[in-house]
């Protein structure tokens, strides 16, 4: 029995010695569906520097994230598609204010593959189908809701909107032709194979695509998660952000 605990305890200190380094040095994101592309060539450039820190990554839509990090989500890292959803979180006290800074900006576009006419806003009015993130949880959705509003056009076009989980996904109807066209976000258009940029929403219309970013309150005082927020604000990211078509002023 002696003999039987000895090697359980052995084993369990070979475990935790072999576990430990890697738990140490996770770091869990929760980012915007649209900086898919960007965050997986940033971290795996900084994981290949830094080989003993591993990330998790979640991607989707700006609220659900909001949503999982106020309900006790293990994320050190946040960064959203609007200053809405970061601004919730400031309120909760579950991202520090004071480190709240901005990754980058974009722009609406609608794209698609419809041989319609769909050069303006006022060309909506006679598709069929139009998706749109949701805009309870989508920012790209809210921002093209407002644009609708500002338009003059929101309940003319009601009628005609599909629902999309997240960009990305908006961004795949208009790709398979499902709908008409999607509004998304340049850098989004930028990736379709199919779908073509029809027009760009006049900012007039919305307010400006920002990307906040911050580290949550439980990673305030981590410094692996400190290192990698910087990285991101470095001329490394200022670089892959402009390839990818992302604004950086």
């Not at 004071?98 to 769909?118: D, I």
């Amino acid at each position: 029995m002696i003999r039987l605990l000895r090697r359980i305890a052995l084993l369990s200190f070979v475990l935790l010695t072999i576990t430990a380094p890697a738990m140490a040095g996770e770091l869990n994101l929760s980012v915007a569906a649209s900086l898919k592309e960007v965050i997986n060539e940033l971290s795996t450039s900084y994981h290949a520097k830094n080989p003993a820190t591993v990330f998790i990554k979640n991607f989707g839509p700006s609220g659900t994230l909001a949503g999982q990090i106020e309900n006790g989500a293990p994320v050190d890292l946040f960064i959203a598609a609007n200053n809405q959803w970061m601004d919730y979180l400031k309120e909760k006290n579950l991202v520090e204010g004071a480190n709240v800074k901005t990754f980058a900006y974009n722009s609406l576009v609608f794209a698609g593959t419809t041989t319609k006419k769909a050069a303006s806003m006022n060309n909506l009015l006679k598709l069929d189908k139009i998706a749109i993130g949701s805009p309870k949880s989508v920012p790209a959705g809210e921002y093209a809701m407002t644009a609708f509003t500002n338009a003059g056009i929101d309940k003319q076009l009601a009628g005609k909107l599909v629902m999309a989980k997240d960009v990305r996904e908006c961004l795949m109807y208009a790709e398979l032709g499902e709908v008409d066209g999607g509004f998304v976000y340049r850098t989004d258009a930028m990736l379709a194979q199919k779908a073509k940029l029809l027009f760009v929403v006049p900012q007039k219309l919305y307010p400006r695509v920002t990307y906040p970013m911050a580290l949550t309150v439980k990673a305030a005082q981590n410094e692996e998660a400190k290192a990698f927020y910087l990285f991101l604000q470095g001329a490394e990211a200022k670089s892959v952000l402009s390839k990818y078509g992302f604004i950086l002023k």
